[in-house]
């Protein structure tokens, strides 16, 4: 999980279908950035220093960037 300051939300890796954003300190949910989890392991997440875009890591060898404000998925790196 990480916490971004600048927009007072909190994104966690929900272990089956991508991470979820929740609004702070209300808890609301307020975004979904979808993508496939094969092992239901806990994935590395990193955000942006003003909080624009959201890398995660998952455990099919791939790094993929979402647009925090939209959700859309921007990048998918594939590594092995």
């Known amino acids: 999980a990480i916490v971004c300051q600048n927009t007072r939300r909190l994104y966690v890796s929900?272990?089956?279908?991508?991470?979820?954003a929740y609004a702070l300190p209300a808890?609301?949910?307020?975004g979904?950035?979808?993508?496939?989890?094969?092992?239901h392991r806990i994935q590395q997440l990193a955000l942006t220093?003003?909080?624009r875009w959201i890398l995660s890591g998952g455990d099919a060898?791939?790094?993929?960037?979402?647009?925090?404000?939209?959700?859309?998925?921007?990048?998918?790196?594939?590594?092995s």
């Open 49 to 51: 220093k003003k909080g």
């Open 14 to 20: 929900n272990l089956v279908d991508g991470v979820d």
């Open 61 to 79: 060898g791939f790094a993929r960037l979402h647009e925090v404000e939209t959700g859309r998925q921007i990048l998918q790196l594939q590594h």
């Open 32 to 39: 979904h950035y979808r993508y496939p989890v094969l092992r």
């Open 27 to 30: 808890m609301d949910p307020v």
